[in-house]
């Protein structure tokens, strides 16, 4: 979990970047096998290196391998999602832009040990839950999609996403959020399981991370002139920013 | 100094207390070498190994599809969301993705019930065009876009 908390959080601002779509469906194939073989050596000496689970098999090439091949997974699976590839589309080209906002994730995906601290943050023993999480989980977003709200893609993908597919966007990054709180072996998980705060039971706290998130992407647009109100176009803009937000709060909480 | 620090250093005294380093677990027994796989990590590394080698071998056909020599284009259309006296403004794309470069490309561009063409005189391979089409005030739906023709030269 930890290797695939590793793959969205590199690999999702890739994924919403336009030049990604289009060269990874224009490049010449042998260039993206190159990519991929550059990107597969940089995974085997990540993970020798870091590795996305330290106490499993200590087999950095097998590691390599299952980070590499789930990374085409996850990243189809959120192409799909996003609607940048559909089963309409020909064949050849999702093969590239697959491949494409794979490297990225494969990178993420070996980095996944070292995401957050293993005992939890400094501050872990110090904070109290609650607040101080909402906190951490607005700055963790400002940080991870400040690049991407003044950017054209999450219009683009808001006006072709359909009611299904925001709907799946929100659920996914409810499921993520929780996943690399409370499930994946980041440091501070017991700590997390055992706060006495209401707020911390881990659906809430998922739940208002998210309703962070939320607000700091509607807040982003607004301010770069994106939204306007309460309507239909703008609350899709915002579900849409909202995903990496969500990725962002979550890291932003497993940092405390 | 945090307590998480305090707790291993005085794990580290206690160690030494103990006897030392000879007792320490070797690092490759800390990282579980030694144990099996589970059929959960079998699960993992049989599907990564297919959806590699899936991958490899589709950009491998992909590649050699393009090698030879016919245009592929592709057809993209959404609306912009501008308005031009009061008419939606609608961003057509054509992308050639094949090995060749095609001529008049004419393209259908349709929002509810106002069809419009597009002809693009020459997309290069590796190549895309996009074209502005404005359709009449009042006009609305998902806009949709059909390639109708196009010469290789």
Known sequence: ?256 | MSPSRQTSASKKNRHKAEGGESSRPGPDENRGLKRNRTPFEWGLLATALVVIGTMVIGLFVYADKRAGGQAELRVEVRDTGRQHEGGPEVQLTVRNTGGAGAEQVTVEVQMGPEVREVTMIRIPKDDELTATVIFPAGTSGTPEAELLSYVQP
Do not use: C
Not at chain 1, 1 to 23: C, I, S
Not at chain 1, 51 to 63: K, L, M, N, V, Y
């Open chain 1, 1 to 256: 979990m930890r290797g695939v908390a590793g793959a969205f959080l590199l690999g999702v601002p890739l994924v919403y970047t336009q030049e990604v779509w289009f060269h990874g469906g224009n490049l010449p194939p042998s260039a993206i096998l190159g990519l991929l073989a550059g990107s597969f050596l940089l995974n085997l000496a990540l993970s020798t290196a870091v590795g996305f689970s330290a106490g499993r098999t200590h087999r950095p090439f097998e590691d390599a391998v299952v980070g590499f091949g789930l990374s085409f997974l996850l990243a189809a699976f959120l192409l799909l999602l996003l609607k940048r590839i559909d089963l309409q589309m020909e064949w050849a080209p999702r093969f590239g832009i697959i491949a494409l906002s794979a490297v990225p994730m494969s990178i993420g995906f070996a980095l996944g040990n070292s995401l957050a601290p293993a005992e939890g943050g400094q501050l872990g023993d110090k904070s109290s839950g609650g607040l101080g999480d909402l906190l951490a989980a607005a700055g963790g977003a400002v940080v991870l999609v400040f690049n991407i709200a003044p950017t054209e893609e999450p219009l683009l993908l808001a006006a072709e996403l359909g009611r299904v597919r925001l709907i799946g966007l929100v659920v996914t990054a409810l499921a993520l959020s929780y996943l690399m709180v409370f499930y994946a072996e980041f440091g501070g998980k017991h700590r997390r399981h055992q706060a006495g705060n209401p707020i911390n039971t881990p659906v809430l706290e998922t739940l208002f991370a998210y309703l962070v998130a939320f607000a700091v992407s509607a807040g982003l647009l607004a301010s770069f002139g994106e939204v306007s109100g309460l309507d239909g176009p703008s609350l899709a803009k915002t579900v849409v920013l909202a995903f990496p937000a969500s990725l962002g709060a979550a890291l932003g909480r497993l940092m405390v």
